[in-house]
């Protein structure tokens, strides 16, 4: 969201760590480890269509209507897809990931909310090129 005059951007940070806070606790979503720039930008899209200019004023009704929630929530979403569409992900899988279910006889993978199915392929080329794939069940 745009600075309001005397805003900073330390202000800026405490209130969507607090907007954050107020949709985990008030309806179990956690988006606060999502990216802060992707949610700066989808928030600041919200805004064009909203009359809340902070990110106080989103909180506050956002903690007494559960509507308002689920229209800013989708916002939030992802609504494109493509092989291998976050490499910084794969990356880290590979780095982080892959190392440890080297270790372990089967395991499951879930991809949630696929849309047609690049998410859950590229994880099975992955796990492939990993020689991983036979011990893993992927869910999409």
Not at 84 to 107: C, G, I, M, N, S
Request: charged share 25%; glycine share 4%.
């Amino acid at each position: 969201m745009p600075l309001k005059t005397g805003d900073t951007p330390e202000i800026l940070d405490i209130e969507l760590d607090l907007l954050l806070e107020a949709i985990y606790r008030r309806y179990g979503h956690d988006f606060r480890n999502y990216s802060r720039s992707s949610l700066e930008r989808r928030l600041a899209q919200f805004q064009v269509d909203s009359p809340y200019k902070t990110y106080s004023e989103l909180t506050g009704r956002l903690l007494r209507d559960s509507l308002f929630f689920h229209k800013l929530a989708a916002y939030f979403s992802v609504s494109v897809t493509a092989l291998f569409r976050d490499p910084f992900f794969y990356a880290a899988l590979q780095e982080k990931v892959l190392p440890l279910l080297r270790t372990w006889p089967h395991f499951k993978i879930w991809h949630a909310g696929c849309a047609t199915g690049e998410e859950p392929y590229s994880m099975a080329i992955l796990l492939n090129d990993a020689k991983l794939l036979n011990k893993a069940l992927i869910y999409a």
